[in-house]
């Protein structure tokens, strides 16, 4: 990799110039926090250009990735969401965002796939909606870092189906494998889901053209994903992972973290079922108490 340090004193100073002058563009702009990230982006986007000496080409090809990017980005798909995940950029952005407060529970990346006003199910329903893939029993609760009951606490829940498909990606108004819920007067909450398993991220696009060149996996470690809000809590985006999973660390958007591992007790078919369900075949059952930070934390 070149270092701008090979480069002639007046080949630096002809380019640092210019990274002075685009900075100084944004002076008259009132918006601080703004003019403070604008600054950045430039000063940091025109260290990395100087720092592997961009070529022209490579330039033009950046360009035809994003603008592809673009193109294939619809109301169901978000390729720059798939590209900020891989490159862990949402990641870091959740990390610096959702910093450790007690025993609250950690958050993890949000994906591409989640779909506002989701159906609305009882406690001890099923989320499946017909999808298909091994039944799986969800507990927990939902508490304060200090310990107390969050009652009405409204958990988002989704997850891909054992063919590794959202839903929204068999059909953009179909509803499966994702639901709503609230938590009873002790806080608690349980539904039937699906056992999660290994999927590819959608990789037919610029971005997994990217990662087949670097040589990385599209796959996604199985996982079921949460979002829960309550009044006066900070809203937390989270999964949690099967034990043992094969993909487990090398999970493409670099999302699992140690606390989010959770044992997913097989059953054996026949075994009766917390609330009397019948399964025809194998099912599984986890827990997950879930601890909320307060708000502004």
């Known amino acids: 990799m070149s270092d701008v340090r090979e480069v002639s004193p007046e080949q630096q100073t002809v380019e640092q110039t210019l990274v002075d002058t685009v900075v100084a563009s944004f002076d008259a702009c009132e918006d601080p926090r703004l003019k403070e990230v604008m600054g950045s982006l430039t000063r940091h986007l025109h260290a990395f ?9 490579e330039w033009s090809a950046a360009i035809a990735f994003l603008t592809a990017a ?27 965002n959702n910093q450790a407060y007690a025993d609250a529970t950690e958050a993890t990346v949000f ?11 009882e406690p001890g329903g099923d989320m499946a909606f017909g999808a298909p893939g091994e039944p799986c029993w969800v507990t927990g609760t939902v508490t304060s870092t200090d310990g107390e009951p969050l009652v009405g606490a409204k958990i988002e829940v989704w997850e891909a189906d054992e063919d590794g498909l959202y839903d929204v990606q068999r059909d953009a108004g179909a509803r499966a494998a994702r639901a709503h ?8 909450y349980r539904f039937w889901g699906l056992t999660p398993t290994p999927y590819p991220i959608p ?13 990385r996996s599209p796959l ?8 829960v809000t309550h009044e006066g809590c900070r809203t937390l985006v ?20 140690e606390s989010l591992i959770k044992k997913f007790e097989r059953q054996a078919a ?9 399964v025809d075949g194998t099912w599984s059952e986890v827990r997950f108490d879930i601890v909320l930070a307060p708000s502004g934390v």
């Open 203 to 215: 990789d037919d696009g610029p971005v997994g053209k990217m990662l087949a060149a670097v040589g």
């Open 220 to 227: 996604r470690a199985s996982h079921l994903h949460f979002m």
């Open 238 to 257: 989270t999964h949690i992972f099967p034990e043992g999973d094969p993909i487990g660390w090398k999970d493409t958007v670099f999302g699992v973290k």
């Open 270 to 278: 026949g075994t009766p079922t917390p609330d009397g369900r019948v």
């Open 111 to 121: 994906g591409p796939f989640f779909v506002e006003d989701s159906p609305a199910i």
């Open 49 to 57: 250009i100087r720092d592997v000496r961009l070529t022209e080409d």
């Open 70 to 96: 673009g193109h294939i980005t619809d109301d169901v798909r978000q390729e720059f969401i798939l590209l900020s995940d891989t490159l862990g950029a949402s990641m870091q952005t959740i990390n610096i």
């Open 181 to 188: 819920l609230f938590t009873d007067a002790e806080g608690g």
